[in-house]
């Protein structure tokens, strides 16, 4: 049986749920669409020492403020799983979970959602998947052949499972800079990134960031390019593990390996090191494969937004997926603004349509 509402939202973490309080508040029906078991999102499957990069007060969703964690300046996952789970209920979200979106077709003046579980109607549907299960590994040179194991940073829990072996770790961004502080005096450790890793100043977090995307994204409004700010998106914020790590001397990036050999790396010049496994800390790409049919995606995989509204579908928006759909969209912080602006999009949207 089709269910019918005026709007779906697909995806309830934290972009699904920002989306869902701003819904509620200008009256619109709609339901969350999740294909978790729990609440939290992404945050259930993090590495056991992951914490935010800013403090609680500022990494809060639209309505509520995340309350401190003892003892923490800067939360662990599992508090931002408690504090989502928490807002999701204190809001009466309608959530509905174990439910997986196999794709999303036009179908004249409905979008049809076809899921797992049964196909829905909607008038408009908010996609909020993210990127995490698309984690993205580059085209190296020998990949296939390395004989040690592979893995992304969705799949890396905790330093104890590589005691005593090598471990080379990709990626100079917050997460390469996070794991390989995570594994410093446990493995032996080889860092490896693209450029000389950059640290934003230690009295410096996450809000920095945020206010960057911000500058950034009014910049590129204005038609400028320069923001002039104190830092950029690919700045590693100084989080006391990383900073521990760095001033001891156990963080010492390498440049960017040319292969991969059966037994470990090579650069141009011939260098070799041996390992026993791979951390490919290497980003994301956006999750947006239940609307190929749609064939609204152009360069470098993204919708064409306008905002966050998909231009050649104006019944579809995106959220959470970077900057490109709101300014750090995919941080807490960042997520309130761009869900409210979909929101009052939508809402005029459907007074138009039932005029």
Known sequence: MTQRMDVVVIGGGQSGLAAGYHLRRLGVEYVILDAQAGAGGAWQHT????????PAAYSSLPGRFMP?????VYPDAAHVVSYLADYEKRYE?????????DSVHRDGPFLRVETDCGPWEARAVV???????RPFLPAVPGRREFAGRQLHTVQY???TEFAGQRVIVVGGGNS??????????????TWVTQRPPRYLADDIDGRALFDAATARRQALDAGRTDTGGVASLGDIVAVPPVRAARDAGLLHAKPMFSRLTTTGIEWADGTTAPADAVIWCTGFRPALAPFASMRLRGARGHIATAGTRAVDEPRLHLLGYGDWTGPASATLIGVGRPARDAAREIRQLLDGALR
Request: net charge negative; charged share 15%.
């Open 157 to 159: 829990r905790k330093p």
């Open 127 to 133: 996609s909020a998947t993210g990127t995490w299960t």
């Open 93 to 101: 979200l309608p959530v509905q979970r174990g439910v997986w979106v």
């Open 176 to 189: 390469g800079a996070q794991i390989a502080a995570d594994l410093a005096g446990t493995a032996e450790l």
């Open 47 to 54: 590495w056991d020492s992951l914490h935010l990069f800013s």
């Open 68 to 72: 401190a964690q003892d003892g923490e």
